[in-house]
C-alpha cells in the first residue's frame, strides 16, 4: 500500500523475488515464452539486417524485431555486438566504495531519534562537488540492510548492497561512487569503459583473495590495511578480508572519494567516522556503453531495439522502465495490423 503515498517505496529483496515470479506468470498467461539458462551467443545477420539468434544451448531462432534489453553487466554480448559492427559508444559511469555505519546513527541525523518507529530506518543521499571537478554521490542506498558479494565472473569480485522489505538491519550502507569518463579509460573504443571495470575488479579479488576486500574509513585515510573493527559491527552477505583499498583505485579517484567524505561528515553527524566499514569494488552502477539508436529506437543492424539501463538508456529501475515502455510502443506503431 505505501506506493500509494511514498516517494520512495521499498520492495526488498525478499519481496522482489515473487514480484519477479508473478511477472513471470503473466508473460506466459498472456502467450510469452521465458527460455531459463539460453543465453543469447551470436547475432546471424542478412546484409546487416538481424535475421536469428544463437543461444547457449546450441539452439537458433528466427526472429522478427529483437527488443535488446540487456543488463549493464553484459559484457560478452557487448562484445559480439562489437564484432558485428553495432553502432557503440563508451559513456560516462560511476565507481567507488560502499560504506556502512550503525542505522541508529543515520536516523539520529536524518530524524533526530534513534528509533523512529513508524517512520522507519531513514535514508540519506549525499552529493559532493570535487575541486577536481569529479562529482562523488552516495548510490544505492541501503537503509537495513547488508552488502553483499556480488560477483558474476571468474577472477573478478564486485560488491552491491541490498535489505528485505522490513529493512531491520543493524546498518545502513550505500555506495559512495566518483563519476569517470572515456577519458578515464585507457583502451580506446565502445568497450574501453567495460575494461576499466574489469581491472578494478581484478585487482578486488586479489585485494581480498576472493572475499569481499574491506577497510576501516580512518584506515583508508592514513593509507594502511585495518587489522579489525571498531564500534561498527559488519553486516556482509559474503565471506570478507582486511586490506588497504587505497591500492583498488586510481589515485585520482581515491582523492576525490576522500574529498567527498569531507564534505558528507558535515552533513550527516559521524558519516565520516574512523571505523565506519568500506567495501570494494561498486563498480556495476550503470552501463559503461550506449548502444546507438536513431530516432525510431532502431541499432543500425536493423531489427534490433536497443532497451533500458543496459542499452545506455536509463540511470535505475523507474526510467528503465519508461524507456521499455517506448520501444514497445514503437514496435507496436510499426508493426501493428491496421484497423481497418
Given at each position: 500500500e505505501e506506493i500509494l503515498y511514498d516517494s520512495k517505496p521499498h520492495i526488498g529483496t525478499d519481496v522482489l523475488r515473487r514480484v519477479v515470479r508473478t511477472?513471470?506468470?503473466?508473460?506466459?498467461?498472456?502467450?510469452?515464452?521465458?527460455?531459463?539458462?539460453?543465453?543469447?551467443?551470436?547475432?546471424?545477420?542478412?546484409?546487416?539486417?538481424?535475421?536469428?539468434?544463437?543461444?547457449?544451448?546450441?539452439?537458433?531462432?528466427?526472429?522478427?524485431?529483437?527488443?535488446?534489453?540487456?543488463?549493464?553487466?553484459?559484457?560478452?554480448?557487448?562484445?559480439?555486438?562489437?564484432?558485428?559492427?553495432?553502432?557503440?559508444?563508451?559513456?560516462?559511469?560511476?565507481?567507488?566504495?560502499?560504506?556502512?555505519?550503525?542505522?541508529?546513527?543515520?536516523?539520529?541525523?536524518?530524524?533526530?531519534?534513534?528509533d523512529p518507529k513508524a517512520l522507519g530506518p531513514a535514508p540519506y543521499k549525499v552529493t559532493a562537488k570535487t575541486s577536481s571537478g569529479r562529482g562523488v554521490y552516495s548510490f544505492c542506498m541501503c537503509p537495513g540492510?547488508?552488502?553483499?558479494?556480488?560477483?558474476?565472473?571468474?577472477?573478478?569480485?564486485?560488491?552491491?548492497?541490498?535489505?528485505?522489505?522490513?529493512?531491520?538491519?543493524?546498518?545502513?550502507?550505500?555506495?559512495?561512487?566518483v563519476a569517470v569518463s572515456p577519458d578515464d579509460f585507457k583502451e580506446p573504443g565502445p568497450l574501453g569503459g567495460v575494461l576499466f571495470q574489469k581491472r578494478l575488479e581484478e585487482q578486488a579479488f586479489l585485494l581480498g583473495q576472493g572475499n569481499i576486500p574491506i577497510q576501516l574509513y580512518g584506515d583508508f585515510l592514513e593509507n594502511r590495511s585495518s587489522e579489525g573493527f571498531g564500534a561498527v559491527t559488519p553486516q556482509f552477505c559474503g565471506a570478507a578480508s582486511f586490506s588497504n583499498l587505497r591500492s583498488l583505485m586510481p589515485e585520482e579517484l581515491n582523492l576525490a572519494f576522500l574529498e567527498g567524505m569531507a564534505q558528507f561528515g558535515k552533513k550527516i553527524k559521524g558519516f565520516d567516522r574512523p571505523d565506519a566499514i568500506l567495501a570494494g569494488i561498486e563498480s556495476r552502477t550503470s552501463s559503461p556503453l550506449r548502444i546507438l539508436r536513431n530516432e525510431h529506437l532502431e541499432s543500425n543492424i536493423k531489427g534490433l531495439f536497443p532497451c533500458g539501463e543496459g542499452a545506455g538508456?536509463?540511470?535505475?529501475?523507474?526510467?528503465?522502465?519508461?524507456?521499455?515502455?517506448?520501444?514497445?510502443?514503437?514496435?507496436?506503431?510499426?508493426?501493428a495490423p491496421v484497423s481497418q
Open positions: 511477472i513471470r506468470e503473466r508473460i506466459l498467461t498472456a502467450g510469452g515464452e521465458v527460455r531459463f539458462r539460453s543465453r543469447v551467443t551470436e547475432l546471424l545477420l542478412t546484409e546487416h539486417r538481424l535475421a536469428g539468434l544463437s543461444l547457449s544451448t546450441g539452439e537458433q531462432l528466427s526472429v522478427g524485431p529483437v527488443i535488446l534489453a540487456v543488463g549493464h553487466s553484459s559484457r560478452e554480448l557487448f562484445s559480439e555486438l562489437e564484432r558485428k559492427q553495432a553502432a557503440m559508444e563508451p559513456k560516462a559511469f560511476a565507481v567507488g566504495l560502499r560504506i556502512q555505519h550503525p542505522q541508529e546513527e543515520i536516523n539520529l541525523s536524518q530524524y533526530g531519534m534513534a540492510g547488508v552488502v553483499v558479494n556480488a560477483s558474476s565472473e571468474p577472477g573478478r569480485l564486485a560488491v552491491n548492497g541490498m535489505s528485505n522489505h522490513d529493512r531491520q538491519g543493524k546498518n545502513a550502507n550505500s555506495a559512495l561512487i538508456y536509463a540511470g535505475g529501475i523507474t526510467s528503465a522502465a519508461m524507456d521499455g515502455l517506448r520501444v514497445a510502443e514503437e514496435i507496436i506503431r510499426r508493426y
